[in-house]
């Protein structure tokens, strides 16, 4: 499995900006599906963006989009996840994972944290 490690987390303001960064090592295949997800103290880990690397598709979900993008370095192995306009609600434990899947459902992304076999060990964020 390949190795994940986040950083960027942080806190911020209402309205304020992050950019996490997920940097993959291990890696053995050209192309993966590697997600971002989220869990708020509380509530269920949600999958909230995804992208195939390499050039593939990338998915935001409707919850976050037009606030949240996800790009990648492929070169560099590296995902990011750039958070515009934050709210206090974003407040949450970020953790970036590979090896699964996504599909986006009517503006819904369908990624379920069971399907993905490798994580980060995550890096919170807090909007207040």
């Known amino acids: 499995h390949v190795q994940l490690v986040e950083s960027g987390g942080g806190s911020v303001l209402a309205g304020g900006s992050l950019n996490l960064s997920c940097v993959m090592t291990g890696v053995t295949h050209s192309r993966y599906c590697l997600g971002w997800f989220r869990q708020a103290p509380g509530k269920e880990r949600e999958g909230i963006a995804a992208?195939?690397?390499?050039?593939?598709?990338?998915y935001v979900d409707d919850s976050v989009k037009g606030r949240f993008t996800i790009s990648e370095d492929n070169a560099k192995n590296m995902v990011y996840l750039q958070m515009n306009s934050l709210k206090p609600e974003d407040t949450a434990m970020y953790y970036c994972?590979?090896?699964?899947?996504?599909?986006?459902?009517?503006?819904?992304?369908?990624?379920?944290?069971?399907?993905?076999?490798?994580w980060g060990q995550g890096t919170q964020v807090t909007v207040s």
């Open positions: 992208i195939y690397t390499g050039g593939g598709n990338a």
């Open positions: 994972a590979a090896e699964g899947a996504a599909v986006p459902v009517g503006g819904r992304l369908h990624m379920r944290a069971d399907d993905f076999d490798s």
